[in-house]
């Protein structure tokens, strides 16, 4: 069973390493979303980076706007593409944002990557 003992410390380290990109990634969008929240794994999703807002914090950065969101995932997504694996996104969000916070986030993941 050396093979299980492997299995288990790969899922330790990818747990491990998934928390250090998840507060990577909280702490450059703070500026953008001051509540957001990390961890890693959910009931369905066990090495999904989750990111997340109080309600709270949501209503106060939102107040007001009525237009469209977006998903932050979706712009995860779109400029770390590294973050979906064997077609499974591995990123988990609740957190809508507006068309100028999506460009903002977009800045700041894109400096982040060094492009």
């Given at each position: ?43 369905e ?16 950065r ?12 979706y ?7 590294e ?33």
């Amino acid at each position: 069973m050396r093979k299980l003992g492997e299995y288990v410390n790969l899922i330790k380290l990818a747990k491990e390493k998934g928390r250090e990109v998840a507060k990577e990634l909280a702490d450059a969008l703070k500026p953008v979303i001051p509540g957001i929240k990390y961890s890693v794994g959910w009931e369905e999703g066990q090495l999904d980076l989750v990111f997340s807002e109080s309600d709270e914090d949501e209503d106060k950065r939102l107040k007001g706007y009525k237009g469209s969101k977006t998903y932050l995932d979706y712009i995860l997504y779109e400029t770390i593409p590294e973050l979906i694996i064997d077609n499974r996104p591995y990123v988990t969000t609740d957190i809508w944002l507006t068309p100028e916070e999506q460009k903002k986030v977009k800045e700041i993941l894109l400096k982040l990557r060094g492009r």
